[in-house]
């Protein structure tokens, strides 16, 4: 089996999400069913330039890019650490791309990870970065996945600089999330650029691409 655009794609997605589910990689990559995606998958794996990796109970296997796989595609970064505590919150991030991609139109080379921003940052102090961004039309576009709530004064201070760097704030936030909801509700007449769009919204839209393109 030959190298093909797709396998390249998954390797770049991997590479700058530090992980993704196979399901994910199905519409990251591109493949048009699931059956195609695994098949290319395990001829990655076989190639050892990704790896899958079982870390959290219940959750299926991750796979990540290996430095095989970020030599061929010219990355300079290094082996992704995966925090256990970040999983599901990564995972999140991933469907919520799929979301901004296929639901809302965004192509996948307008949308840049927080990864890749702070890899652009270079060295020094660490700045906070949106989960990801995009840009349409000249204009950028932050996104923020909040699943638990965080110190009211530290989201004071994101909705501030999102606020000052972007023509739009939106935060995925679950429906059980009343607190946080709370602090951006009441911080729209002063940060008029806040959307918040329900986690469940985004999980039930990607659930069913899942069971319609099955």
Avoid at 10 to 18: G, H, K, N, P, Q
């Amino acid at each position: 089996m030959k190298m093909m655009d797709r396998d390249l794609a998954v390797l770049r997605e991997l590479d700058r999400w530090r992980f993704a589910l196979s399901r994910q990689l199905r519409f990251l990559g591109g493949f048009p069913s699931q059956r195609t995606c695994d098949r290319r998958l395990k001829f990655l794996i076989d190639g050892k330039y990704i790896e899958r990796k079982h870390i959290l109970y219940g959750v299926p296997g991750l796979y990540t890019v290996t430095h095989r796989g970020r030599m061929l595609i010219g990355s300079s970064g290094r082996a992704e650490k995966i925090k256990v505590d970040r999983i599901m919150h990564d995972i999140s991030i991933i469907d919520t791309v799929i979301y901004f991609h296929l639901k809302l139109g965004i192509p996948l080379a307008n949308i840049t990870s927080d990864k890749v921003l702070h890899r652009n940052d270079g060295f020094g102090v660490r700045k906070h970065r949106p989960d990801f961004i995009y840009k349409i039309n000249n204009k950028v576009f932050a996104v923020e996945i909040e699943l638990t709530p965080k110190a009211k004064e530290r989201m004071l201070k994101v909705l501030q600089k999102n606020f000052m760097a972007y023509d739009k704030q939106t935060w995925v936030v679950p429906n059980a999330g009343t607190k946080i909801r709370r602090v951006l509700q009441d911080n729209i007449s002063t940060y008029p650029n806040i959307e918040v769009l329900s986690l469940e919204q985004v999980n039930e839209f990607v659930k069913q691409l899942g069971e319609k393109q099955a």
